[in-house]
């Protein structure tokens, strides 16, 4: 065959682009330590790494999922556990004045107030909050979990002017869930009546303008426009113990896996009322039932809520048992996510990134290859018959 | 008999011929780099009462291979064409580990569950919105940059359209005027007319990189070029090419030739050669990444829209999309030959949209079909129409206006096209966080919807059927993008390959080797030599006898 000048500069040409090619390529590899750096590079694997990659990227998701439900478990784990150490001294208090030869009206008092601090520090616990949410009021997480005692007072004027009723909270565990009536009889006397009973609190009381009226641990101050109380003047006043849920007991799921969704959430009504546990105790109603009986002393009573208050820390216990379990299975679900993790990691390094030694052997590879290519092409091009006719 | 005057005749020739040798070397010599040269060699004849005579310059070349270069020429010209689009193609669709589609749409649907974990928390929110962000930039970013290829795609083929105009009327003319010369080629006269030839045969070449050619020597010397089955060079004219820009391609040029007072389009005979190509990867390629992106975008935009209307944000207001952009466009073809001046679409039910390409095509001017041209099917048949009403299926509407179809009049409609680019976020959810509905009631910590939401990301709503999530559908797009690379790389390797072999065949017969020419040179020389040195000799002869005078 003919050989021309033409042919073989081409064919020298062509080696040094293919050669050099290889070279740009394995420089590319070298650095991003990658083997893939587009996916027509190896589709077949680079389908591969993208499913890989996406199941990571899941992994990844769901791990930030369980450790945020971690994190919210915990946060009920101490709280339940205050509230079990809170019912715990409830039960000291009540076992010493349930004994009838030792109790004395004083002790009760006594043992009455720490009850009733007791129940503020459970509607502190109650309204709780994790990152600025309450977390035992279901959806309703800008909302307290449950009202602290309350009170309000109003009423229409008998003559001119506004009537105007301030109304504050005394003793919380005083309260009951009763409405009131204070009606006067005259200008300066009136008659206190609970609406729900019909009975009179108090009766003919001795009234003296802008005195303030005290009965069931609430106070009541009234001003009647520019007179003075009238006989026939009523003012209602509604009184609110703690322990109303202002949450609405649903259960807050989070995924974890696809299509895998775990409760984060303990809901209020169930903690501390026992809504959907059969025998569940409302812990604020049992709290205002042992009060009332301490400041009435009825014994019998006293003795028969030791038993609830029982109950009321198995409900406790056991609900943060749950919270417990929940803890463990997301430890579990963490620790496998985490191997499921770190094995996909594994296959898709395999697949893209480089093995840096044969990397750095292809590299080596491709320059010298590159340098021989031009030794040669130098060798090649230097002779012509013209060099040797003289 | 020899007679003294006829030595020295038979020198003088010899001198002749060998100079003329020593020409054609030199000529062959200065265009060993030329483009197209072909190696010509001088072809000697002796004369019957003795002596040398130039036969002809024959001009080496192998016309078997000639002819399977051009088809080689067409099978790189497409496959090189092919593969820089789709290289560029990929680079559009192509992905950092924190921006494109894929990592975009797994944010969006990350920065989901962190609002599910948090539905409250004004932070998580605006995660969100900016992940929401993120995503609508991620597809306008593919929809720009494939918009951007497909326009200088166009570019090209518009260039090429021009060069091949330029080339065949050229070829036109080499034609012309080699004609009348071709006796003087057969009766291989040196008549200049090699460099014609060897012209024409190179524009054939650069020709057919660009088209494939079909040549056919018609007689005298002339060659008849076929495109496919039209003959784009015959004789001394040539058929000019022709862009038609279509309104159902974005305005994008069609290749069209006049036939029979109208035009016929180009694109079947465009197999081979870059030109075909381009078009191929402007139309099919780059416009099925836009396509598919597009589906996408409206897809996601219709399958959240419907959950978040579903729910309530914080300021307790339910029924507020998420996305906007849901749009439907009606396009008409220029062939159309009713009254019809304007199309419209328009979007009535957004739950009822499928992303198919619809065709209305009227049966009369009364009545129509609706085709689904996605999964060729038919969706209804003879609809009656009257003019002024309303077209309404898939939840889209389509108006006509300005006069009446005629039959067979069609018109297209799609509710995706343009989408990626399109796509936005509802300005009311932009401005205040908390209009994000992550419930299905307004309560703070309800987190339902954001679940819902959730759901969709591993859902199989892509593709017909439906079999793929938006991810892996995205994902497919580039895998099977980046396999067409792949393939089309390798292609042009292996036709790189193969031409060059060929060009090596050809270069062998036609190529010039300085070695041989320098040995060619020193034959002639010592021949022209020897021819004065018998010139030289019969003087000497002469002047013997003149002095025996």
């Not at chain 1, 109003?154 to 009536?181: I, R």
């Not at chain 1, 200008?187 to 019909?198: I, L, R, S």
């Not at chain 2, 057969?186 to 088209?211: K, P």
Request: charged share 20%; with cysteine; glycine share 8%.
């Amino acid at each position: 065959m003919r050989v021309t000048e033409n042919s073989m500069f081409n064919q020298l040409r062509r080696q040094v682009f293919r050669n050099s090619d290889s070279l740009i390529n394995a420089q590319e590899r070298m650095a991003t330590q990658k083997r893939i750096n587009r996916i027509s590079d190896n589709p077949v694997s680079a389908a591969r790494v993208l499913d890989l990659k996406s199941s990571i990227s899941r992994s990844k998701q769901t791990i930030n999922n369980i450790e945020h439900a971690t994190s919210v478990a915990d946060t009920y784990d101490t709280v339940t556990g205050q509230l079990s150490d809170l019912l715990g001294r409830a039960k000291e208090l009540v076992v010493k004045e349930s004994n009838e030869a030792t109790s004395t009206a004083a002790t009760r008092e006594a043992a009455r107030i720490e009850l009733s601090n007791l129940t503020s520090e459970m509607v502190q616990i109650a309204n709780t909050q994790f990152e600025g949410k309450y977390i035992f009021s279901g959806y309703q997480t800008d909302k307290p979990a449950f009202n602290d005692a309350t009170v309000a007072a109003g009423g229409a004027p008998v003559t001119a002017g506004t009537l105007t009723a301030a109304s504050k909270v005394l003793d919380a565990t005083a309260m009951n869930d009763h409405d009131y009536e204070i009606r006067f009889t005259a200008a300066n006397a009136f008659d206190v009546v609970d609406v729900q009973t019909g009975l009179a609190v108090a009766s003919n009381q001795s009234y003296t303008s802008g005195q303030a009226i005290r009965f069931g641990g609430v106070e009541v101050t009234v001003a009647n426009g520019t007179g003075s109380p009238s006989a026939g003047m009523v003012v209602s006043v509604t009184t609110t113990p703690p322990g109303a849920y202002n949450g609405d007991g649903q259960t807050q799921e989070i995924e974890i896996g696809q299509g895998n969704r775990i409760a984060t959430n303990l809901t209020g009504d169930r903690v501390f009322q026992g809504v959907g546990i059969s025998g569940g105790i409302d812990l604020f109603a049992l709290m205002n039932s042992i009060n009332t009986a301490l400041s009435e002393g009825d014994y019998d009573t006293i003795q028969a809520k030791l038993d609830e208050l029982d109950t009321a820390s198995e409900q406790v216990s056991n609900e943060r048992a749950r919270n417990g379990t929940r803890v463990n299975l997301l430890e579990q679900l963490k620790d496998r996510q985490s191997s499921i993790q770190d094995s996909l990691e594994i296959l898709r390094s395999d697949l893209e990134d480089i093995d840096v030694a044969e990397a750095m052997t292809d590299l080596t590879k491709a320059q010298n290859v590159y340098e021989a290519t031009l030794t040669a092409a130098s060798q090649i091009i230097q002779p012509s018959l013209l060099d040797f006719l003289q | 008999m020899s007679s003294i005057f006829g030595i020295l005749n038979t020198g003088r020739q010899a001198l002749n011929v060998q100079q003329n040798g020593l020409q054609t070397i030199g000529n062959n010599i200065s265009n060993a780099n030329t483009t197209g040269y072909s190696r010509q060699r001088t072809v000697l004849e002796t004369l019957s009462y003795g002596g040398v005579r130039l036969a002809g310059i024959e001009r080496m070349r192998d016309e078997f291979v000639s002819a399977r270069l051009l088809t080689s020429n067409s099978k790189l010209g497409s496959s090189s064409a092919q593969s820089t689009a789709l290289q560029q193609l990929e680079t559009a669709v192509g992905e950092t580990d924190d921006s494109g589609v894929t990592v975009s749409l797994r944010n969006f649907f990350d920065s989901l569950q962190d609002l599910s974990a948090s539905p409250d928390g004004t932070s998580e929110r605006e995660s969100f919105l900016a992940r929401a962000t993120q995503l609508l930039a991620s597809f306008s970013g593919v929809s720009d940059q494939v918009t951007q290829l497909r326009t200088q795609l166009d570019e090209q083929v518009k260039q090429q359209v021009e060069q091949v105009n330029t080339i065949t009327a050229q070829i036109a003319e080499l034609n012309q005027r080699i004609g009348p010369q071709s006796q003087a080629l057969e009766n291989q006269q040196n008549t200049g007319i090699n460099q014609l030839l060897d012209q024409r045969d190179n524009l054939i070449n650069q020709l057919s990189s660009i088209i494939p050619v079909r040549v056919i020597p018609t007689g005298s010397g002339v060659m008849t070029l076929f495109c496919g089955s039209v003959p784009i060079v015959e004789g001394a004219s040539a058929v000019t090419l022709q862009l038609s820009p279509d309104a159902t391609n974005s305005g994008l040029s069609n290749v069209v030739i006049d036939d029979l007072g109208g035009t016929r389009s180009l694109a079947g005979d465009l197999g081979e050669g870059s030109l075909g190509a381009l078009i191929r990867a402007r139309d099919d390629q780059a416009r099925d990444v836009l396509d598919q992106t597009d589906r996408l975008a409206a897809t996601l935009a219709r399958d959240i829209n419907s959950v978040h209307r579903a729910g309530y944000g914080l300021d307790g207001v339910t029924g507020r999309d998420l996305f906007t952009g849901l749009s439907a466009s009606a396009t008409f073809s220029s062939t159309n030959q009713g009254t019809v001046s304007a199309v419209s679409g328009q979007v009535i039910d957004e739950s009822a949209l499928t992303f198919d390409d619809y065709e209305v095509r009227f049966t009369s001017s009364t009545s129509y079909d609706v085709i689904d041209k996605t999964l060729g099917t038919t969706v209804s048949t003879g609809n009656a129409w009257a003019a002024g009403q309303n077209i309404e299926f898939g939840g889209m509407r389509l108006t006509l206006t300005g006069g009446a179809p005629a039959v067979g009049d069609s018109f297209d409609i799609n509710s995706y096209g343009g989408m990626s680019a399109r796509m936005d976020l509802n300005s009311a959810v932009v401005n205040d966080p908390r209009a994000v509905a992550a419930g299905t009631t307004s309560a703070s910590g309800d987190n339902r919807n954001a679940l819902a939401m959730i759901a969709l990301g591993t859902q199989m709503t892509m593709g017909n059927p439906p079999a793929q999530t938006y991810e892996v559908y995205y994902n497919n797009m580039r895998v099977r993008l980046g396999t067409q690379v792949n393939i089309a790389t390798s292609l042009q390797q292996q036709e790189e390959t193969a031409q060059q072999q060929l060009q090596g065949l050809a270069e062998s017969v036609s190529g010039v080797s300085l070695d041989e020419e320098a040995t060619n040179l020193i034959q002639f020389q010592r021949a022209y030599e020897a021819a004065s040195k018998v010139i030289g000799v019969t003087d000497e002869m002469l002047q013997t006898i003149i002095g025996l005078i």
